[in-house]
């Protein structure tokens, strides 16, 4: 958030910290899913990127981008250790 420029030019910046409470994300996580199939088949995400339209999925991979994970990955199936 900018405040103010000063007489040098400088612009000030006026930092806050923000909380956003936010419920956690319920994702099933199945031996034979990966971690695009459970954010696929989670009603929460599925619902929010619309992801039964084409540009819904593009939006799912989109997300993945961001978060720096690549498709390649998160279509690998879970392994859980014994």
Known sequence: ??????????????????????????LAVYRHWSLFESLLHSANTATSFKIWTSFGMKKMHQFFAEMGIPLSQCKQRCVFGI
């Open 1 to 26: 958030m900018i405040s103010k420029t000063t007489s040098s030019g400088y612009i000030a910046l006026n930092q806050t910290l923000t909380t956003i409470m936010r419920p956690s994300l319920d």
